[in-house]
């Protein structure tokens, strides 16, 4: 189990004059940059998402899990872990859907109209609007990312290079003789994650010196990460911390997550700014898409780091 001595760093986003060349940007930014190099993770404050919508958004998870397996199984993808995962013998706690552009209003009405032909419009605008208003956070996250390291010039490529995936997940409560493990520790090999939970907790982070601490976020806060993709392009300057989910009693949790995605065919590349004698190149340009197919594979499941063993550079 986690430590319970550790927290993450807590940084707030709700201040109204958190705007790009601002003393509070800077000195918000400065947190995140702090927080990322030593945890890969922090909580964010952040209240551009009304209550009621916080609220709705696990009314509407609690409806689509309820829903019968065969109907849940409609929910497919030709990509790595976008579609329905669930009744694995290795995690039988866990089970979780994607939504792919959950941001866009038609994309959300598509998803919607495979699980409930008839139509789900509460459905639908509560994953739209929830998507739609914490995208704002990981680009403002993301920006202040570029800005720390002093890539600005890079922006708008590296803003235009993602997709948004919205993965709604539901861990079973255990039973006594059941395993606690809700999710395997692995890193997220996408760029940036935001993660909003019920209050059942069971998030864990590893932590550079080696120690699971419990993640322990309040209502208000978003537990944001970075993932691979990301810890790639900027050449190791930030970490991407393995996590893992460990239940602690018999109630259910959910939790939902944002995930920004490197757009298919999109190269990743660390900067030339960011490589120099201090810090050698990390890692050869490689395509998220192609990355994720080798990370499904037995090799890839096997191999303690798939990003280092994929494209890592041996000196």
Not at 17 to 22: H, Q, Y
Not at 25 to 44: D, I, M, P, R, T
Not at 106 to 112: I, L, M, Q, V
Not at 203 to 209: A, R
Request: hydrophobic letters at 35%.
């Amino acid at each position: 189990m986690g430590s319970e001595n550790t927290k993450l760093p807590i940084i707030d986003f709700s201040h109204e004059d958190l705007k790009p060349d601002t003393l509070v940007w800077n000195q918000v930014k400065s947190k995140v940059h702090k927080a990322l190099v030593e945890y890969g993770c922090f909580e964010a404050s952040f209240d551009k998402i009304p209550i009621h919508l916080r609220k709705s958004i696990f009314e509407s998870l609690q409806e689509l899990f309820d829903l019968p397996l065969q109907t849940k199984l409609k929910n497919i993808s030709k990509k790595p872990f976008h579609g329905y995962v669930g009744q694995y013998p290795q995690v039988p706690l866990y089970e979780s859907m994607g939504i792919d552009d959950a941001n866009i209003p038609h994309k959300a009405e598509k998803f919607t109209q495979i699980l409930w032909p008839q139509g789900n419009t509460t459905f639908c605008e509560t994953i739209q609007s929830y998507s739609e208003h914490l995208s704002e956070l990981d680009q403002t996250i993301r920006k202040m990312i570029l800005e720390s390291l002093g890539v600005e010039k890079y922006m708008d490529e590296h803003m235009n290079s993602t997709n948004y995936l919205l993965r709604v997940m539901k861990y079973k409560g255990p039973q006594n003789n059941e395993t606690k493990l809700g999710l395997n520790a692995h890193t997220d090999k996408n760029i940036v994650t935001i993660l909003y939970q019920n209050e059942v907790n069971g998030l864990e982070v590893l932590t550079k010196d080696g120690q699971w601490i419990n993640v322990d976020p309040t209502p208000d806060t978003f537990t944001v990460m970075i993932g691979d993709s990301l810890y790639a392009w900027v050449n190791g300057r930030l970490h991407s911390p393995y996590h893992r989910v460990m239940m602690k009693g018999n109630e259910a949790r959910y939790s939902v997550g944002l995930f920004s995605i490197p757009k298919a065919g999109y190269t990743i590349k660390a900067p030339e700014e960011l490589v120099d004698e201090e810090h050698s190149l990390l890692f050869k340009p490689f395509d998220h898409v192609e990355f994720l197919d080798f990370y499904y594979t037995e090799e890839g499941q096997r191999c303690a780091s798939a990003l280092k063993t994929y494209c890592g550079v041996w000196i």
